[in-house]
């Protein structure tokens, strides 16, 4: 039987159907820290966004690499959106 889950193998195998955001072959949902930034998920403010400062300007849970609004104002960090939104080549 196949086990679908963290079960033994998926140090071992890798998993197509897993996500593996920091490419160290352990999939997300096997791995205690996905964006391989030294904060385990439980405790990283950016799981899936390497940012081991866990700087958190606004102090609203959510690191500055992940927030689009890093200060609370309600505008968008012009930045954080670039990062977030790849500049789309605008044709038309
Ligand atoms: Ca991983
Ligand atoms: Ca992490
Ligand atoms: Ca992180
Ligand atoms: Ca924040």
Redesign the pocket.
Known sequence: MTGSGCDGQCRLVPNPDQT?????????RC?PD?D?DGILDAADNCPLVSNASQTDTDGDGLGDACDPDDDNDGILDAATIARWFPMQPDGH
């Not at 593996?20 to 997300?28: F, H, K, Y």
């Open positions: 593996d955001t920091d490419a160290d072959g352990l999939g997300n791995d996905d391989n």
